[in-house]
């Protein structure tokens, strides 16, 4: 099985840092893609930043310039940096990764348990 362990959300003051951690584990061959989601209460899930398979990230648009993905796929990490953080940054943020689990399947989404962020005064 594979699982997807986050760490690093919490309540922050409008302007600031947080860090988001994950790390895969269990049985995995091959990591292609890793990143995070959110979702605010009543709006749906939402990409926030993902690595693609031709090593580059992607963000989206209200993050770009104050979130930075970075991403280990040797280690099967991926930590989002969160700056300048804004009352519209308030979501639970999932981390997610198309792994290749076994040698008779492909690629497939994985998902970590979300971890909260408020931005708040």
């Known amino acids: 099985q594979v699982q997807l362990v986050e760490s690093g959300g919490g309540l922050v003051q409008p302007g600031g840092s947080l860090r988001l951690s994950c790390a895969a584990s269990?049985?995995?061959?091959?990591?292609?893609?890793m990143g995070w989601y959110r979702q605010a209460p009543g709006k749906q899930r939402e990409l926030v930043a993902t690595s693609t398979s031709g090593g580059s990230t992607n963000y989206t648009d209200s993050v770009k310039g104050r979130f930075t993905l970075s991403i280990d796929k040797a280690k099967k990490t991926v930590v989002l940096a969160m700056n300048s953080l804004k009352s519209e940054d308030t979501a639970v943020y999932y981390c997610n990764a198309r792994i290749r689990a076994s040698w008779f399947a492909g690629f497939g989404d994985y998902w970590g348990q979300g971890t909260q962020v408020t931005v708040s005064s």
């Open positions: 269990g049985n995995i061959i091959s990591v292609w893609t």
